[in-house]
């Protein structure tokens, strides 16, 4: 199957920094990645869809200004928690899905966990 | 309602044993289904998609009724390797887009 990476796999940041995290699709071209945000024992949430060339869209509750998303090209989409506070720590996936896939198939990446201090 | 529930479980079950999962989901627009299958800490792994005619791959068969909103996972044979966390997955449309939403997931344990 395909292969989409995350960099890093986990950061710890001090609160108030901000954390990039990058996703990238390896072996195929994703028009779309999703980013997902899991808490503990919670199913992964939504966070954003992201477009190759356009702005992301937003899931509700999920303040734009704080998760900036980047998608520039058809490999990388980047996600940048601004201004981090500790309730943000949680475990960042990205997926992406294949332009080939009729069922829409998605494929994820390792995941980010990121602790805030 | 939520968009798409799942009973948490866990359901623990020997070896061999046969095992089936439902989830509903609550709007009638959604159109693919899909379950996923999440170790401890790892990412989701896709298991199958579901189709309305139902579909069979090896042990695992999955059903979708649109008729109840739901579909369901049977495992057959349960292997200790297959202990982990299962998750529904549904589609829905959007404007440009599709809204992907997760159940909770059910975890399953296998005993020996």
């Known amino acids: 199957g395909a292969v989409v990476s995350q960099h890093p796999s986990w950061v710890i940041c001090k609160s108030g920094t901000s954390v990039k995290i990058e996703c990238r699709s390896l072996?195929?071209?994703?028009?779309?990645m999703f980013w997902y945000r899991q808490f503990p024992k919670q199913s992964l949430m939504l966070m954003a869809t992201?477009?190759?060339?356009?702005?992301?869209?937003?899931e509700q509750g999920v303040e734009k200004d704080k998760f900036l998303i980047n998608h520039a090209s058809l490999t990388l989409s980047t996600l940048t928690v601004t201004s981090a506070h500790p309730e943000d720590s949680s475990f960042y996936i990205c997926?992406?899905?294949?332009?080939?896939?009729?069922?829409?198939?998605?494929?994820f990446g390792p995941g980010t966990r990121l602790t805030v201090l | 309602r939520k968009e798409v529930e799942q009973d948490p479980g866990p359901f623990n079950v020997p070896e061999g044993a046969t095992v089936a999962f439902n989830c509903t989901y609550s709007?009638?627009?959604?159109?693919?289904f899909f379950w996923y299958r999440q170790d401890c800490r790892k990412e989701p792994k896709l298991l199958m998609s579901?189709?309305?005619s139902g579909n069979e791959d090896g042990r695992f068969t999955a059903q979708l009724n649109r008729a109840s909103q739901y579909i369901s996972l049977l495992i057959r044979d349960s292997k200790l390797s297959d202990s982990a966390t299962y998750l529904c997955?549904?589609?829905?449309?959007?404007?440009?887009?599709?809204?992907?939403?997760f159940g909770t997931g059910t975890k399953l344990q296998v005993i020996p």
């Open positions: 997926s992406a899905r294949a332009p080939s896939g009729g069922d829409n198939e998605q494929f």
């Open positions: 072996d195929f071209q994703a028009t779309t």
């Open positions: 992201s477009n190759e060339g356009s702005k992301a869209t937003y």
């Open positions: 709007n009638s627009a959604s159109q693919s």
């Open positions: 579901v189709y309305s």
């Open positions: 997955v549904v589609n829905l449309p959007r404007a440009g887009y599709q809204k992907v939403t």
